[in-house]
């Protein structure tokens, strides 16, 4: 179940309809998809695709999607903090960052600047396409992350981030993702 914030306003909804309204006029496509596979954590990225084929395929075909993959964090996962490190800072990418959520919970954060910084707590089948140029960061939490997400790319080199060095991320860095 996806919740999305607006801090500055203390306004919260995980209402899916007022979520797509929000991000829809935002130029952001948010949507839900049935997820009921799941994975421990010896699956294997191709399990996870084949499991999904149904929909990434026609997803990918509609939108001129490439490639896809997965990405899985866990406590396990060797150097999170410099990972983590590098999702919190503020940055854009050349083509959009698509993520199917398929276990675990994210938060998306926003700044389009014309408005209060936003984010979005992504769940299992929350589906977020982030468009090109947006600036955005990305917490798994700090502590037991777990995150196992499909990323959905035209080409794999879209998805260098191109940080802004703004360090608005900071202003938030106390409302992280819990994971206990």
Avoid at 31 to 48: G, L, M, P, Y
Avoid at 76 to 83: G, K, P, S, W
Avoid at 128 to 153: E, L, M, Q, Y
Wanted: hydrophobic share 40%; proline share 4%; charged share 25%.
């Amino acid at each position: 179940m996806a919740i999305l914030s607006i801090p500055e306003k203390g306004f919260q909804t995980n209402n899916p309809k007022e979520i797509r309204t929000f991000f829809e006029e935002r130029g952001i496509f948010f949507d839900q998809w049935s997820c009921n596979v799941v994975f421990d954590d010896t699956a294997t990225q191709e399990e996870i695709l084949t499991a999904y084929e149904k929909d990434l395929k026609p997803f990918m075909e509609n939108g001129g999607y490439q490639t896809a993959d997965v990405i899985s964090i866990n406590k396990l996962t060797e150097n999170y903090d410099a990972i983590r490190a590098k999702f919190l800072a503020e940055h854009t990418h050349s083509e959009d960052e698509i993520r199917f959520f398929v276990d675990g919970k994210g938060l998306f954060w926003f700044n389009l600047e014309t408005e209060s910084v936003f984010n979005l707590l992504c769940e299992r089948g929350d589906l977020i396409s982030v468009p090109a140029g947006t600036k955005h960061w990305f917490d798994a939490g700090p502590t037991n992350p777990f995150v196992k997400a499909i990323r959905i790319f035209i080409d794999m080199s879209g998805w260098v981030p191109n940080y802004t060095e703004s360090k608005i991320e900071t202003n938030f860095a106390s409302i992280t993702v819990t994971n206990d």
